[in-house]
């Protein structure tokens, strides 16, 4: 019947021969308008008839309808631009329209500044001059060659239109490894943080073998906290290397621009929910005796201070020995059992640990090595050269005495 009212009530000359309905919503802004329809609704009808109990009066009267899903989609052909910037005091037909899409980074050129990816941003970040910054991720393995894009993106206020400008944030320092932006695989972006100065905290992810540790094995795949200057031009600092720091318990990023620690929260339940605080470490005090040798083993002994800083709440530092032939060079160093606990406590506390077995009348050189838990500082000693005697001679058989 042409009516444009939400509702419409149906008069017998609407149903005198069998009937269908539809809706259509129409949306307009200043881009355009669309128009979109239902299904037809309804079924052939005949009109109820009346009550035979009350004259003239019908009941049970046959409701149609007919709806539009809420995952209809009403497109314009005129769209928005690709970067807008909405805020509260924008409304009516000049706020913000539908941009145009983001795509998966399927070909060189898809990474449009100013837009994000599928289930992005993850973590958002503003500092004291109100510029924005927001973590992007996406990865597309459904196409040849693979294309990745990990990277921040940082938006500054200006006076003109718009309000934010949008960048791609640390592309000076080198990637990956260095720049929160990398086109390579498993380094994602968790979360950012603002720390002192307005310098960016970035919670990252860094694969296997990315690094090699102080204690000489390759580092795991963990998270680390880069520290960068509010140009994106300097990587100041990285947090947590080596830390093994699982990246499954990424939950945020908090620190303190008064004291510079980075507190780091951990949801995985291997060694347990807890939050990690990531800040320079004092090394570990060290001081090693003089080696006792014997024909077949060397005791080294000596003292560890765990934390002489008197730290709050410090890791804790284990420590080995490390030998090798006084003629060999420094690649030869070898590292002797497993490292040994001795606690966080800021006493001296004493060690005392044996070589065996050592080759007879040769010469050796060894030191200790003090290493903090989180591979977070060590203090390795001053190589100690000791030689160990020679064997002492074997005694002879028994033989007879004459007889007489």
């Given at each position: 019947s042409g009516a444009n009212t939400e509702i419409f009530t149906l008069r017998a000359s609407d149903l005198e021969s069998p009937a269908f309905f539809q809706c259509a919503v129409t949306g307009t802004n200043s881009?355009?308008?669309?128009?979109?329809?239902?299904?037809?609704?309804?079924?052939?009808?005949?009109?109820?008839?009346?009550?035979?109990?009350?004259?003239?009066?019908?009941?049970?009267?046959?409701?149609?309808?007919?709806?539009?899903?809420?995952?209809?989609?009403?497109?314009?052909?005129?769209?928005?631009?690709?970067?807008?910037?909405?805020?509260?005091?924008?409304?009516?037909?000049?706020g913000c329209k539908i941009g145009v899409a983001e795509t998966a980074v399927a070909v060189e050129g898809d990474d449009v500044v100013g837009q994000f990816g599928s289930n992005q941003p993850q973590s958002v970040a503003v500092d004291s001059n109100g510029v924005v910054y927001a973590t992007d991720n996406r990865n597309?393995?459904?196409?040849?060659?693979t294309r990745v894009i990990n990277r921040v993106q940082k938006f500054t206020p200006q006076g003109g239109v718009p309000e934010l400008v949008p960048a791609v944030f640390g592309g000076n320092v080198p990637a990956p490894g260095g720049a929160p932006t990398s086109t390579t695989r498993f380094y994602e972006n968790f979360s950012l943080a603002i720390g002192?100065?307005?310098?960016?905290?970035?919670?990252?992810?860094?694969?296997?073998?990315?690094?090699?540790?102080?204690?000489?094995?390759?580092?795991?795949?963990?998270?680390?906290?880069?520290?960068?200057?509010?140009?994106?031009?300097?990587?100041?600092d990285t947090h947590g290397v080596c830390g093994g720091l699982d990246i499954s318990g990424a939950?945020?990023?908090?620190?303190?621009?008064?004291?510079?620690?980075?507190?780091?929260?951990?949801?995985?339940?291997?060694?347990?929910?807890?939050?990690?605080?990531?800040?320079?470490?004092?090394?570990?005090?060290?001081?090693?005796?003089?080696?006792?040798?014997?024909?077949?083993?060397?005791?080294?002994?000596?003292?560890?201070?765990?934390?002489?800083?008197?730290?709050?709440?410090p890791p804790g530092t284990s420590y080995y020995l490390e030998f090798k032939l006084n003629s060999e060079p420094e690649s030869a160093w070898t590292r002797y059992l497993t490292p040994i606990d001795v606690g966080n406590g800021s006493a001296p506390v004493p060690f005392s640990t044996t070589l065996f077995p050592l080759s007879t009348n040769t010469t050796y050189d060894v030191r200790v090595v003090a290493l903090k838990e989180f591979q977070a500082a060590k203090t390795v000693s001053t190589p100690q050269t000791f030689t160990t005697p020679a064997a002492p001679p074997e005694r002879g058989s028994p033989g007879r005495l004459p007889s007489r």
């Open positions: 881009s355009g308008a669309a128009t979109v329809m239902s299904p037809r609704g309804g079924q052939s009808l005949t009109f109820p008839q009346p009550n035979p109990r009350v004259d003239g009066i019908f009941s049970g009267q046959t409701h149609v309808g007919a709806e539009i899903s809420d995952a209809t989609t009403v497109e314009t052909t005129v769209v928005g631009a690709n970067y807008e910037v909405c805020t509260a005091a924008v409304s009516g037909a000049s597309n393995f459904g196409v040849t060659p002192a100065e307005d310098k960016l905290l970035v919670e990252k992810r860094f694969p296997s073998e990315d690094t090699t540790c102080p204690a000489g094995m390759a580092s795991i795949n963990e998270r680390r906290v880069q520290e960068i200057s509010n140009d994106g031009s300097t990587l100041l939950a945020g990023l908090g620190t303190s621009t008064t004291t510079g620690d980075v507190f780091l929260p951990d949801q995985s339940l291997d060694p347990g929910q807890r939050v990690y605080i990531l800040n320079e470490t004092t090394p570990p005090g060290l001081n090693v005796d003089v080696p006792t040798p014997t024909p077949t083993s060397a005791t080294v002994t000596g003292t560890i201070e765990p934390n002489p800083e008197a730290y709050p709440n």
